[in-house]
């Protein structure tokens, strides 16, 4: 079945520096979902890329979706306080069960005062 | 701002017995799902619910789970004979859109099997 795996598992960064996460699918996607999560709170989205090398960005946030459509990045740039949580990809497929979301294991950032 | 709810916030129930983990989607939602998310772990997909019937599930729907929409509101899943690895978060979602999209989650049920 399709497989999202997700690195680094986990990031501690000072306040100020910039933090990568990447994401990397099994199977070609139709899309991919990102999602940050508080600590005890549920999935809030953030973003949905449709397009292969789509390039999306909210303010110090910049996503990626690579050509093949199997890779994604959500770089954050002069992270703060408030950035702390953990981020999941989540890839969805065109067909059948590969529709279903399937979370990458995310990345619980910590931001360090 | 629209939200999805879920009752109750935790559940703590004995192995063996039955659950029902209550959810109310946003109200013009089509698309309702269930995920799962183990303590630390990431999310898990569990089945997707459009038009009255699943349109998708997981290996860890089994037999076991079951999902209802008893009305015009509640989205329901089921958990027939519970079992201690059943402990976790579940989330409840809902989806607008008719294609890929946004999915909005709900607070969670915490459930913990003894």
């Known amino acids: 079945g399709q497989q999202v795996m997700q690195i680094p598992q986990y990031q501690h960064v000072q306040e100020g520096e910039d ?3 990447y994401c990397n ?18 999935p809030v989205f953030l973003i949905q890329l449709v ?8 303010k110090r946030l910049t ?3 690579g050509e093949a459509k199997k890779n994604s990045s959500l770089h954050i740039t002069a992270t703060q306080t408030t950035d702390v949580g953990t981020y999941f990809c989540a ?15 995310g990345t619980q950032l910590t931001v360090l005062p | 701002e629209p939200e999805v709810t879920q009752t109750p916030s935790h559940q703590v129930t004995q192995m063996g017995q039955e659950v029902i983990l209550r959810c109310v989607p946003i109200s013009n939602h089509l698309y309702f799902y269930w ?4 303590l630390g772990q990431k999310v898990e997909f569990l089945v997707s619910f459009y038009n009255n019937e699943i349109s998708e599930k997981s290996e860890i729907f089994d037999d076991q789970f079951s999902v209802e929409r008893p009305d015009g509101s509640n989205f329901t899943l089921k958990i027939r004979s519970t079992k201690l690895e059943d402990s976790a978060m579940y989330f409840c979602a809902s989806r607008g ?6 999915q909005y989650f709900g607070p969670g049920t915490r459930l913990t099997v003894t």
């Open chain 1, 19 to 21: 933090f990568t996460t």
């Open chain 1, 25 to 42: 699918s099994s199977t070609t996607l139709s899309n991919i979902q990102w999602y940050k999560q508080r600590p005890g709170g549920h």
């Open chain 1, 63 to 65: 996503f990626q979706f």
């Open chain 1, 91 to 105: 890839g969805q497929g065109s067909s059948g069960s590969a529709r279903q979301l399937t979370f990458g294991s």
């Open chain 1, 51 to 58: 397009k292969s090398g789509e390039v999306k960005k909210q």
């Open chain 2, 97 to 102: 859109d008719p294609g890929y999209g946004e």
């Open chain 2, 35 to 38: 995920y799962r998310q183990i």
